[in-house]
């Protein structure tokens, strides 16, 4: 068997019919750099597994008895490949022919890039405004909060955004869409991958900051395209919006130390009264419901805590 040039990886979780269509879309073309396809399931109970094994057989399929989440199970599709790139790509999307193509040309023509990344669009054919740039201390204040409604916590949400940017040309980025992104196999294994800390978010936030740091530039290659099926793949997960402060806790520590880190406790504590008002004003009249919102917003603060 000839070595792929390219290596896909794709995760899936209870994602049985996007993960079909996100196959037949990576098989539905003649590529012109040989690639493999690695899918990792995450313990899935919807059969998506056995869905693979019996429809796509040239898949090299890895069965986890459980959801590893998200940066483990990349690292342990990463771990399998062969290609001298490797793509890990979410199961909600649909790879438009030549797209994975366009982003191995770009990083074989520029060995000063780390990493490589297409635009996103909607099922519509809207565009997807998924590039971001870095989170600041204030972005971390200001970003899903009261405080982002007005400057200067305004100016660093449509900064942390990139409200600038129409996503409609190719440039450098920060951070460009985590739901598909090429990098040279050695480098990513050189990097250790995806920080397994950050289990499910802001993984690919640390990858990228740390290609930054070490003087590798990312690519948004907006030739490239990929439909992608928004928040499909997390929009099940029950203990998400825990996890999400728990992963933006770490890895404001690992990159902004341990002042950073109390400085992300404080603002969550913020949050946390601003979400216990608006519970109340949206309450005023249904103090049963009040009463139970709180309750939840309680229990997902000592889960927090814990």
Not at 85 to 106: H, I, K, Q
Not at 145 to 170: C, E, I, K, N, T
Request: with cysteine; proline share 4%.
């Amino acid at each position: 068997m000839t070595t792929p040039v390219l290596s896909v990886v794709v995760l899936s979780w209870n994602t049985q019919e996007l993960l079909r269509a996100c196959l037949r879309a990576l098989f539905a073309e003649t590529p012109r750099h040989t690639r493999e396809v690695i899918v990792v399931d995450n313990g899935s109970h919807d059969g998506s597994a056995d869905m693979v094994a019996a429809a796509f057989p040239q898949v090299r399929l890895l069965r986890n008895a459980q959801n590893e989440l998200y940066a483990r199970g990349n690292n342990q599709g990463a771990s399998l490949a062969q290609g001298a790139y490797v793509c890990t790509l979410n199961s909600d999307t649909e790879v438009r022919p030549g797209a994975l193509d366009l982003l191995v040309d770009w990083l074989a023509a520029h060995p000063e890039c780390g990493a490589a990344a297409p635009r996103l669009v909607n099922p519509d054919g809207s565009v997807q405004r998924a590039c971001m740039r870095f989170p600041t201390l204030l972005t971390a204040l200001a970003w899903n909060s009261w405080w982002g409604s007005f400057w200067p916590g305004s100016a660093a949400v449509r900064r942390y955004q990139m409200l600038d940017f129409d996503h409609l040309h190719s440039r450098d980025v920060d951070q460009p869409p985590g739901a598909c992104c090429v990098l040279r196999t050695d480098e990513w294994r050189r990097l250790g991958g995806f920080d397994e800390v950050l289990a499910l978010f802001y993984n690919d936030v640390d990858l990228c900051r740390r290609l930054w740091r070490a003087g590798r530039s990312i690519r948004y290659v907006a030739e490239a395209e990929v439909m992608h099926h928004q928040g499909a793949s997390t929009k099940n997960f029950a203990r998400m919006l825990v996890l999400w402060h728990k992963n933006r806790l770490a890895y404001y520590r690992k990159h902004h130390g341990a002042l950073g880190a109390l400085w992300v406790r404080l603002c969550v504590r913020l949050r946390i009264w601003e979400e216990w008002l608006r519970i109340g004003q949206r309450n005023k009249r249904d103090p049963m419901r009040k009463k139970a919102e709180r309750e939840h917003l309680a229990a997902a603060v000592k889960e927090l805590q814990s």
